[in-house]
């Protein structure tokens, strides 16, 4: 069973900026998708960004595009969001997730494994 291990969350100024990072108990192979995803209260859980691990590829969504980044970095077998420019809109608890079936999904119903959620907070 794989298990996914989100850090870096925390409390920001708007404007600020944060890093996350997800550390996968086991190895990520390269057909593998890592993806984040975030909810906000009251609200449904929405994709934010998605990278196919082998080559790299990557998917945001429109309301973080340029403004969020997502990488990994094979030889540490982590996966990191960084976040710039941050804004009130953005806080949310933050959830990465991993598919073993190659191709980008926006659809959480097709992460089968999941982290166990980093709060971040943007104050105004």
């Known amino acids: 069973q794989l298990q996914l291990v989100e850090s870096g969350g925390g409390l920001v100024q708007a404007g600020g900026s944060l890093r996350l990072s997800c550390a996968p108990s086991?190895?990520?192979?390269?057909?593998?998708?890592m993806a984040w995803f975030r909810q906000a209260p009251g609200k449904e859980r929405e994709f934010v960004a998605g990278?196919?691990?082998?080559?790299?590829?990557?998917y945001y969504a429109d309301s973080v595009k340029g403004r969020f980044t997502i990488s990994r970095d094979t030889a540490k077998n982590t996966g990191y969001l960084q976040m710039i420019d941050l804004k009130p809109e953005d806080t949310a608890v933050y959830y990465c997730?991993?598919?073993?079936?190659?191709?980008?999904?926006?659809?959480?119903?097709?992460?089968?494994?999941w982290g166990q959620g980093t709060q971040v907070t943007v104050a105004s």
């Open positions: 990278i196919n691990w082998g080559p790299g590829s990557t």
């Open positions: 997730a991993a598919s073993i079936r190659f191709g980008i999904s926006l659809a959480p119903r097709d992460y089968p494994y």
């Open positions: 086991g190895r990520f192979f390269s057909n593998y998708v």
